[in-house]
């Protein structure tokens, strides 16, 4: 069982920067991606980030590449999303996931992951 508890996020104003923090109660496997989605009102949750813990492989939406950079320190099992040039269309809760299995095919859907944090609101205005 991993525990996910997300922080950093706020009400910033277009083109400012945020990181997020997802603090996990345990150190992920070797084996674990984990990934942070988003769902801004009234849509689905969507796939921003993806990093796999083993080799540190990250993955990306188009929308947020070169904006967005995922990462992780090991020593305190925490995954970081630092974003820039934020967009009001950035708007939207952020959740941290981790899976108890890396996929190359699969990492975009949220039903791959196993864990879920409590997610962190991000206001981006214009």
């Known amino acids: 069982q991993v525990l996910l508890v997300e922080s950093g996020g706020g009400l910033v104003q277009a083109g400012d920067s945020l990181r997020l923090s997802c603090a996990a109660s345990?150190?992920?496997?070797?084996?674990?991606?984990v990934a942070w989605f988003r769902q801004a009102p009234g849509k689905e949750r969507e796939f921003v980030a993806a990093?796999?813990?083993?080799?540190?492989?990250?993955y990306y939406e188009d929308s947020v590449k070169g904006r967005f950079t995922i990462s992780r320190d090991n020593a305190k099992n925490t995954v970081y999303l630092q974003m820039s040039s934020l967009k009001p269309e950035d708007t939207a809760d952020y959740y941290c996931?981790?899976?108890?299995?890396?996929?190359?095919?699969?990492?975009?859907?949220?039903?791959?992951?196993?864990?879920w944090g409590q997610g962190t609101q991000v206001t981006v205005s214009s």
């Open positions: 996931a981790a899976a108890r299995a890396s996929s190359t095919s699969y990492y975009t859907l949220p039903s791959w992951y196993d864990y």
């Open positions: 345990g150190r992920p496997s070797s084996s674990y991606m």
């Open positions: 990093l796999r813990w083993s080799g540190g492989s990250t």
